[in-house]
């Protein structure tokens, strides 16, 4: 390699040597604009192997030069290599092959950033059990929007969105694992929070203390005390009610066992008392059922924002690839027409020192002819 890089004719043969696609038509010839986003780094790099091999002031050779040229730009390393590869087997180096092979390895990596963005921002913000589901989904879209960012920033020539997509599979997949968490969480700290709480009324309840005229009165008196003190706990999280109400249901054989031995009640007052537990259970159930909804509406809620956030950030990338598409090929007519006027204006400046030439040699001749009748003239 060595030698290669200092023959500079093997340099100025690689225009020779390179085309833009993979397989051109054989009558095609390749437009000089496509090779208007490629040249300019490429030019760039062989340029430098004809500079002074140093850097800071300290003599390099040439591998440790190119190597020095290599890492000060980010990508081009892998394009240049892709090139010199091609070229030691003898093959046309393709740049459209290069440059796809360069997109998947930065978008890979652009993709591994944003994630691992979110994964950070998730990290330090999300405490699990989130008290409501809107909680953590908020936190979920705001880290999700600069986890995008994050990708559209370190992101190159993402043909149809592909890695995008890729990535927004991903947060998608991430934020209902945390969903999934979340709710785990939530049951584990309940269940725990029941135990603690309920705990000294199962005992009461075995030690017979309820077994008695009015036992049934209070021991609802005592199990709604302690429901109001497990509503006051903190951050139980969306299973809350849901756990509460299971635990609750659990305990119904104990509950009509009590009834059923508080000789005190009248069999009016026990049916009161049953059709009152059932209500309770019913108006629990119901609104186990109503917020059960309101969880699902506001994950298709979420969903739709998200849907449109994506479409909208994908919108402004087009229209940003857009404008760059159309200022590129602007560049490139204004290249062409200016070429074009050189041309025409040294066609020009050809044609008119032909006709002067003409004009003097006709007014030499002009000359002369008056010259010889002046003289015949005066001869007469």
Known sequence: MQVQR??????????????????????????????????????????????DLEADGQPLTPDEYLEYSLKLTQGLESLVLTYINAISRGDLPCMENAVLALAQIENSAAVQKAIAHYDQQMGQKVQLPAETLQELLDLHRVSEREATEVYMKNSFKDVDHLFQKKLAAQLDKKRDDFCKQNQEASSDRCSALLQVIFSPLEEEVKAGIYSKPGGYCLFIQKLQDLEKKYYEEPRKGIQAEEILQTYLKSKESVTDAILQTDQILTEKEKEIEVECVKAESAQASAKMVEEMQIKYQQMMEEKEKSYQEHVKQLTEKMERERAQLLEEQEKTLTSKLQEQARVLKERCQGESTQ???????????????????MSHKLKI
């Open 355 to 373: 006709l002067q030439n003409e004009i003097q040699k006709l007014q030499k001749t002009l000359k002369k002819k008056t010259k010889r009748y």
């Open 6 to 51: 200092r023959d500079p004719i093997y340099v100025t043969e690689l225009t020779h040597r390179i085309r833009s696609k993979s397989s051109p038509d054989e009558n095609e010839n390749e437009d000089s604009a496509d090779f208007v986003s490629f040249f300019p780094d490429f030019v760039w790099t062989l340029r430098d192997f004809s500079l």
